[in-house]
Structure formats: C-alpha cells, structure tokens
C-alpha cells in the first residue's frame, strides 16, 4: 500500500492540524489520542512515512527503529503505567481495523484494561 501524506497523522507532522503533544524528537512524535480508551492512551508515531508496522519494519533504517522503541520506553516512564503495566496496540490493515494508514502505536493504561478481547 502506497503512503497517503493526506492521512491525519501526516497533516499533524506538518503542524497543518494541532494534537496533544506528550513527546518528541528527530524521529518519533508522541500524542493523546483524541478518543481515549484508557485513563492514558497516547499515539507514538515515527515521523517517517511508514503505513503501517510491518512497513515500518522492513523499510525503516535502524536508527528510526531504534529511536521509535527507545522513545516508546520514556514515554511509558513519563506517563508513569511502567510499574503498574500497560497494553501497546498497532492496528494493521484492514482486518487489523486500522483507521489512520500512518504506522502507530497506541500505549493504554492507567487502569487495569481487561483480557485481549478480538471479536
Ligand atoms: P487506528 O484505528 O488507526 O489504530 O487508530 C487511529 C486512532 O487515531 C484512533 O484511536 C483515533 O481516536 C485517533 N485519531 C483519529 N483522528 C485523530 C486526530 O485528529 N487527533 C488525534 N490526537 N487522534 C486521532
């Protein structure tokens, strides 16, 4: 699947629509999701044009894949769900239910957000 850079994530990379803001670097960006799921549920996206997670695995340098896990990690420091556990989702395609075709990875905690539900 080609990259759409009119997806929304993009149009945030650009600054061209704002977001919630929690984390940022040369390589990744990290933001509230905009319909929380959880008492914590931020966005942690590379800021390269990667659709999905495999895309990003396959076609992304190593520094990018470094600095998106390494960044991944202080974000679960700085929102404080390291000690008390946390779910991290990325919704791939369409049978992965994925809306936004910019790579993503959703962080959820804050509370105990139940088994792994797939219906
Ligand atoms: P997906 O279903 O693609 O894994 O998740 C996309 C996520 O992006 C959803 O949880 C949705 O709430 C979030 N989202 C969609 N549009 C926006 C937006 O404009 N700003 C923010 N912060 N989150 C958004």
């Avoid at 914590?40 to 990003?56: N, Q």
């Avoid at 202080?74 to 556990?85: A, N, R, S, W």
Wanted: include cysteine.
């Amino acid at each position: 699947m080609a990259y759409d850079d009119q997806n929304i994530f993009a149009k945030i990379l650009r600054e061209e629509i704002p977001c919630k803001k929690v984390y940022e670097d040369d390589y990744v960006l990290a933001f509230e999701d905009i319909d929380p799921k959880a008492p914590v549920h931020i966005l942690v996206i590379p800021k390269g044009a990667y659709v999905s997670i495999d895309d990003f695995g396959i076609n992304a340098p190593a520094d990018e894949i470094v600095a998106f896990y390494k960044a991944l990690a202080l974000i679960v420091k700085e929102q404080g769900v390291e000690q008390d556990g946390f779910r991290c989702i990325a919704n791939t395609g369409v049978h992965g239910g994925q809306e936004v075709p910019h790579f993503h990875m959703h962080v959820l905690g804050g509370k105990a957000i139940g088994p792994m539900v797939v219906s």
